[in-house]
């Protein structure tokens, strides 16, 4: 038998055997980019989704430096002496004398026989709740300003219309004298709740006063605004009062 290779024997056509694969050196720096690009095709999607949410999160982040650094830029740089006061003199008069004028509310909420009529308790509980949030927000105006928390003249921003300076413990349209305060401490059950009902309905009034003065002398402003939700509140508040000392047989100074 002749020793001729079947690809080549008559009858045999090469088409039946592929010619044997030509392998090509490619560099592993290509065959890695390869493998690389075809790993982030397949994790772009998510990828590309966290792109805005991180981009969100530092807009938040710069926001609120921002917003920081406006609000604190008054307690740390001193403002040019050419700029507008944070407060206007009544302002800062009626942020001085509320914020006294409140003190004293909660010195008599603190003075109720803890023994009293749960309901006299509960409303006196309300009342210092919301006399202290406005002490707060009294005060931190007052830092801004760079002003004391006390006024050396008390109810000056008032003017002519203030009619209450008779007494040092009149000084604000309302106020407890120390005698009615130390009574109020020593009171205990109907006679304590009837008191301190009594005390707190005119000191709520002299509030109420103070508020509609400034509101009327304010042309606008954060100040006036506070001012009028106290009036709102506190004459709810005083309504309420009234109802109760009513029923227990009192009747307001």
């Keep these: 038998m002749s020793d001729i290779p079947a690809s080549e024997a008559p009858g045999h056509s090469g088409a039946e055997h592929p010619p044997a ?21 397949t994790k772009s999607p998510n990828w590309i989704a966290s792109r805005p949410l991180r981009l969100a999160a530092y807009a938040s982040l710069a926001l609120t430096l921002l917003v920081l650094g406006a609000a604190l830029r008054p ?38 026989d803890p023994a009293a009529n749960p309901t006299v308790r509960r409303l006196a509980d309300q009342l210092a709740d919301t006399q202290r949030l406005e002490i707060g927000t009294m005060l931190g105006w ?11 003249n008390p109810m000056a921003w008032m003017g002519a219309a203030h009619h209450h300076a008779e007494a040092p413990q009149a000084a604000m ?41 400034v509101d009327a002398m304010l042309e ?8 009028r939700s106290m009036v709102q509140t506190q004459g709810q508040e005083i309504g309420v009062m009234i109802v109760l000392l009513t029923e227990l047989g009192g009747a307001p100074l």
């Design 220 to 227: 606008g402003g954060p100040v006036k605004e506070l001012a």
């Design 142 to 152: 007052l830092r801004l300003a760079g002003a004391s928390p006390l006024s050396p």
């Design 75 to 112: 307690l740390f740089l001193p403002e040019k002496h050419s700029a507008a006061p944070v407060l206007t003199a009544v302002e800062t008069g009626f942020a001085q004398d509320m914020t006294a004028h409140h003190q004293q509310a909660l010195f008599m909420t603190q003075r109720l």
């Design 21 to 41: 694969r030509v392998h090509r050196d490619v560099p592993a720096s290509a065959e890695q980019a390869d493998r690389d690009g075809e790993s982030r095709n």
């Design 173 to 213: 349209p309302g106020m407890a004298t120390q005698a009615e305060l130390d009574e109020l401490a020593a009171a205990r059950g109907r006679d304590a709740e009837v008191l301190f009902l009594r005390l707190m309905i005119r000191h709520h009034q002299g509030g109420v006063e103070m508020a509609r003065a």
